[in-house]
């Protein structure tokens, strides 16, 4: 693996193929501190987060990829849409359970 800055840009280059999970979250990671976007939630491990959105809506979705129930931290105040709740500081996410989270247009400016 090797990185390299040229004039404004920076560039990852990665030749191999890593078993251990962690090393890709430790690279994404780095990239996404390199191009200076910094997420909306930081999910468990175990957790995925992903953002969706036009100039109507911005949704949340979090998909929790372990048999344990998870409690991952979101926006506080937003509608969860498959129960219709408004969120928490968390949201509970069972064995292999789905929220989606709307939250304000603007938000998406910031990950994904």
Do not use: C
Not at 19 to 45: C, G, H, M, W
Not at 56 to 63: D, N, P, Q, V
Not at 72 to 87: F, K
């Amino acid at each position: 693996m090797t990185r390299n800055e040229f004039g404004d840009g920076i560039g990852w280059y990665v030749g191999t193929i890593v078993e251990e999970t962690e090393f890709y979250d430790k690279l994404i990671a780095s990239v996404l501190n390199d191009a200076e976007i910094r997420p909306i939630v930081q999910p468990p491990p175990g957790v995925e987060a992903a953002t969706r959105a036009s100039a109507e809506r911005t949704l949340l979705f979090l998909i929790n990829h372990t048999p344990e129930q998870q409690t991952p931290s979101v926006p506080l105040g937003n509608r969860e849409l498959l129960t219709g709740r408004q969120t928490g500081e968390t949201v509970k996410l069972e064995p292999f359970g789905v929220a989606v989270v709307e939250l304000p247009v603007q938000s998406a400016k910031s990950s994904d």
